[in-house]
């Protein structure tokens, strides 16, 4: 066993010294273009069928048979879109199948296959159009005309292309006049060469060569199509007319083989003539293939002789010697000599039966072949005037169009004449005829070149469908040929089968037999996978059942411990506000005692202030005045909260002072240190009450919001609550069904006897508690409606009706449910 698995070369399908690579352009492509891959797909079966290698299987690359084969359709394309078909590479490659395969890069001359011509410049670059021949016209003319083989010579271009022309030819089988001819040294010199195939271009030569060559196919210009040369093609001799009086013929064929369109005035009439020119075209052959008269019937007689014979039997003897009566071996010698006589009427039997059946089967296969022709004849007779109808179809489409194009023109010279009329009102008459003279000449030029130009595209369009339409007539014929000898094939096979033996139809009918049987066990096993589902859907409703119960409980305790942490918090405002409270009154308590101290001491400085009047002359007064001062000082430093200390300078001041100023001066300071003292305590008063309002709007706010919170966590716990009550109250029969059916689910007997009232109680308590006896009872009080709307709840209940012997009642209870 190998751990490593070697990667297997892909073996390159095309065997040909020359071959093709392209690319199309991108709007072009397969991926991109839908009826591009259509075509793509119809040529590469086609190929197949033929045992070719499909192109589909070789892109990029390709023979020259299977590309000419798939650029052939992609010109319809071109001719019914009116737009080329352009291509973003193409070259043509060589390839040695003698030497290694490794496929070279474009524009390398590296590999095996390689790059040999491209032609992808502007000024020839490949392309497809309504015009298209084959590729040896542009590939000829790029070998010629391009710059880059400017340094070779006419006799190395020449071998060039004819080896590329004898590679072409043996790909596609075609003959040399049905390919590009090459130019002659002259033609070359001159440059810019430009070739045509003389079959399209001069039809004598294909005719004077078909002469010669039985095989070679003839250009028919009338039907634009190849034939065989014993063939003869028929031309029409009529002479053209001029361009009016064609504007106005009936449909008819020229001696180029173009139908022309009629004027349009009558459309029935034009298309019966366009039907009955139709008939006068020679018809098209289609080649096939078929065996000589001889071989078909020596064949034939080959094959009936085989499937009617039959080998008689014989019985086996010996030589034996003869013996007289009475002798040994007597009795073997007679019976010996008659067993030669019967094998002598055996052979003779077998030969007849043999001859027999030989006549019949060829008389059946007569008979089969022709009704085979009948059907072809029938075939060829229901589509013999296919490529009339085609034609007369389009020929009626590109009148329509070329009415309305007409109608176009005339309405843009009716327009410019009229333009031209208002200019020319003024002019004279003669300049007025002028123009419509010429009016009339630009409407009849213009009809006749529109007329042409639709004539020659209803050609185009006719010659691509009807060469598609013959294909894919011989298709659908080949295939009728192929489907009527497959079936008389088969049928004359069933008939030479049953000369020998019989059908196997004990065994059909004991595979009919284990096909029942198994359809049976499928249908079973179904039955017992829907219930098996059923209950775990079940069991799933019982569990989201469940959880919808306890959500409103959930939610319920996550509310009451919302509430609680809010009288929490509800609790420390109203601590927070007490002390607040307390604050406040020990800030009014401090304030009385502060006024009863200054009460006290303005009392006190009244009395030492009458006091020092009265002793203006005592030194003991300067003390006194000193001591009230440092008392007065003291007292207000106090009340203020910032002692204040005398200092030496005002100490040694006061003596200094005249002894007559001193009351004066006392009055003065004490009412100075009374304005301040008022003054501060307004100001400290102001701020107490601002703090307290500031605290009180600030608690007030709190407890707004905390009562706001309060209540709604209140209404929704009691929404919550209501719900809860809701689903605690007495249930629907419906809903007790339901909650009935999801506790038999569980096999839960408490939750069953909740809703004793359901319909199934009976039957659910006995296959919850196994009770056999106690099921039959509850199902045959159920009566002749045995359907329990459950397949889990049948199930059981046929199980223990089962169990209970009562064999016919569970397959009632089956079937019922």
């Known amino acids: 066993m190998s751990f490593f698995h070697r990667k297997r070369k892909q073996k390159f399908l095309i065997t040909d010294p020359y071959l093709v690579r392209f690319e199309l352009a991108s709007d072009f492509t397969p991926e991109n273009n839908s009826q591009i891959k259509q075509i793509l797909d119809d040529v590469s079966k086609v190929q197949k069928e033929n045992h070719e290698t499909p192109l589909s299987e ?14 052939d359709q992609l010109r319809s394309v071109a001719a019914q879109n009116a737009q080329p078909i352009n291509f973003d590479y193409f070259a043509v490659w060589t390839y040695d199948t003698n030497e290694p395969t490794k496929i070279g890069k474009p524009s390398s001359g590296d590999g095996n296959p390689h790059e040999l011509i491209t032609m992808n410049r502007e000024d020839h670059q490949f392309t497809i159009n309504s015009e298209y021949q084959n590729m040896t016209v542009q590939l000829f003319e790029v070998i010629f005309n391009d710059p880059d083989n400017a340094d070779f010579s006419y006799e190395d271009k020449l071998d060039y292309c004819k080896k590329l022309r004898e590679a072409y030819l043996n790909s596609t089988q075609l003959d040399e006049s049905q390919i590009a001819s090459l130019p002659s040294m002259n033609e070359a010199n001159k440059g810019n060469v430009k070739l ?3 079959s399209l271009s001069h039809p004598e030569v294909a005719v004077k060569e078909a002469e010669n060559n039985n095989t070679a196919p003839v250009y028919d210009p009338t039907s634009h199509t190849f034939s065989n040369a014993s063939t003869p093609a028929t031309t029409n001799n009529e002479q053209p007319t001029s361009a009016k009086a064609a504007s106005q013929a009936e449909a008819t064929v020229n001696d180029q083989g173009v139908r022309t369109f009629d004027t349009p005035t009558n459309v029935t009439n034009e298309a019966r003539e366009t039907t009955q020119s139709a008939e006068h075209q020679p018809k098209r052959e289609r080649r096939t293939m078929r065996k000589s008269v001889e071989d078909e019937a020596q064949e034939q007689t080959d094959l009936a002789r085989t499937k009617g014979h039959i080998d008689a039997p014989q019985f086996a003897v010996s030589v034996l010697d003869p013996v007289e009566p009475g002798h040994k071996g007597y009795v073997e010698y007679q ?11 055996l052979k003779k039997m077998g030969k007849q039966i043999s001859s027999k059946n030989e006549k019949a089967i060829i008389n059946v296969r007569q008979t089969f072949s022709k009704q085979v022709d009948q059907a072809i004849q029938e075939f060829d007779k229901k589509h013999e005037h296919d490529d009339d109808k085609l034609f007369a179809n389009i020929q009626n489409d590109m009148k329509d169009k070329a009415n309305d194009k007409i109608k176009e023109a005339n309405d843009v010279v009716d327009l410019k004449t009229q333009k031209l009329k208002d200019q020319a009102k003024q002019s004279y008459d003669s300049q007025i005829n002028e123009i419509n003279h010429q009016a009339e000449k630009e409407k009849i030029d213009n009809e006749n070149n529109i007329m042409q130009s639709f004539t020659n595209k209803a050609q185009d369009i006719f010659s691509d469908q009807l060469a598609e339409h013959d294909q894919k007539l011989q298709k659908s014929k080949d295939e009728l040929v192929h489907k009527l000898n497959l079936k008389y094939e088969l049928e004359s096979r069933e008939q030479a089968a049953q000369l020998r033996a019989d059908g196997d139809k004990i065994l059909q009918e004991a595979f009919r037999k284990m096909n029942d049987n198994l359809d049976n066990l499928k249908s079973q096993t179904i039955r017992e996978n829907n219930s098996a ?3 775990n859907i079940s069991q799933q409703r019982v569990e989201n059942e469940k959880q919808r119960l306890e959500a409103p409980f959930k939610d319920l305790q996550q509310a009451q411990s919302k509430i609680q942490a809010m009288q929490d918090r509800l609790s420390t405002a109203t601590a927070e506000r007490d002390q607040y409270k307390k604050q406040l009154t020990d800030q009014e308590a401090l304030l009385h005692e502060s006024s009863h101290k200054m009460e006290a001491m303005q009392e006190r400085i009244n009395t030492l202030t009458t006091k020092q009047a009265n002793d203006k002359v005592s030194k003991s007064n300067n003390d006194s005045v000193e001591l009230l001062n440092k008392l007065v000082t003291l007292q207000v430093a106090q009340a203020m909260g910032k002692p204040k200390t005398i200092t030496a300078e005002q100490s040694e001041q006061q003596p200094d002072q005249p002894v007559e100023a001193a009351p004066a001066n006392n009055n003065s300071n004490m009412n100075l240190m009374m304005k301040g ?10 701020v107490i009450v601002a703090l307290l309002a500031l605290g009180g709007w600030g608690f007030v706010h709190q407890q707004r919001a905390y009562s706001q919170q309060l209540t709604n966590n209140t209404k929704l716990m009691n929404a919550k609550l209501a719900k809860a009550r809701q689903a605690n109250q007495p249930i629907s029969q419906k809903e007790a069904d339901q909650k009935a059916l999801i506790a038999l689910h569980e096999n839960s007997l408490s939750k069953l006897n909740k809703y004793s009232n ?51 009642l569970a397959k009632k209870v089956g079937d019922a449910n």
């Open 335 to 345: 019976l010996n000599q008659r067993m030669k006589t019967y094998n002598t009427i």
């Open 533 to 535: 589902k059923e209950v």
């Open 58 to 71: 070789t892109l990029p690359f390709a023979s020259f048979k299977t590309a000419e084969d798939f650029f």
């Open 758 to 808: 359901e319909q199934y109680y009976n039957l659910d308590k006995a296959i919850v508690e196994n009770n056999a006896s106690a099921a039959q009872s509850a199902v045959q009080g159920m009566g002749n409606n045995l359907h329990m709307n459950d397949h889990y709840r049948a199930a059981q209940a046929q199980n223990l009706l089962t169990k209970a012997g009562n064999n016919s």
């Open 677 to 686: 003292f008022k003054r501060l305590t307004f100001v400290l008063i102001v």
């Open 196 to 198: 045509s195939i003389p």
